[in-house]
């Protein structure tokens, strides 16, 4: 049960590490008092603004955040279009006395609905064998609402003031993008 509480932590926290980094750059925005606010084209289907981050960046982060917190051995983020994270982390355990290694992989779907990045947790296994949600779901899904709940803290802080909200997320085998719009 702690390997695969250190699974998804793991890969929620790599998750959040992306979609961090990618509004981070927001604070490079110019802040725009409220009444010089720029509004939306009427039926224009592309974002005022968007912030990408790289996969390549991102499993670099995922790779500092690992050594510092100890969590597990390795940690490897896959974006996979449309919008899914996918998160390996290899962890080994005491079991009776013996070591086991294994590999906790989560599965996640990432969206914006109402200028608010949602997660949705499709699959969870470990060590290629599918975990039952009714096992870990409390704990994961504290961890993902928990997750949720900063993202989108931090969003509407670096947000704030420019004008803009979340209209979209697009996760691509290459990057995740932020697309912004109006308000």
Do not use: H
């Amino acid at each position: 049960m702690k390997e695969i509480a250190i699974g998804c932590i793991g890969a929620i926290l790599g998750l959040v590490v992306g979609i961090v980094l990618t509004f981070g750059a927001l604070s490079l925005l110019p802040k725009t008092d409220p009444a010089e606010k720029v509004a939306s084209a009427v039926g224009a289907s592309r974002a005022d603004a968007m912030v990408t981050v790289s996969a390549s960046y991102l499993n670099a982060q995922l790779q500092q955040i690992v050594k510092q917190t100890g969590l597990a051995k390795q940690a490897t983020l896959t974006l996979v279009a449309p919008n899914i994270a996918q998160v390996v982390v290899a962890v080994d355990t005491k079991i009776l006395g013996q070591t086991i290694a294994g590999n906790a992989t989560a599965r996640l779907r990432v969206s914006a609905q109402n200028g608010r990045v949602l997660l949705a947790i499709e699959k969870l296994d470990v060590s290629g064998i599918g975990v039952s949600q009714s096992l870990v779901s409390p704990m994961v899904e504290q961890l993902r609402a928990q997750a949720e709940d900063q993202v989108n803290k931090m969003i509407q802080r670096e947000l704030q003031g420019t004008g803009l909200r979340l209209s979209n997320i697009r996760v691509t085998p290459s990057e995740i993008a932020a697309e912004l719009a109006a308000q």
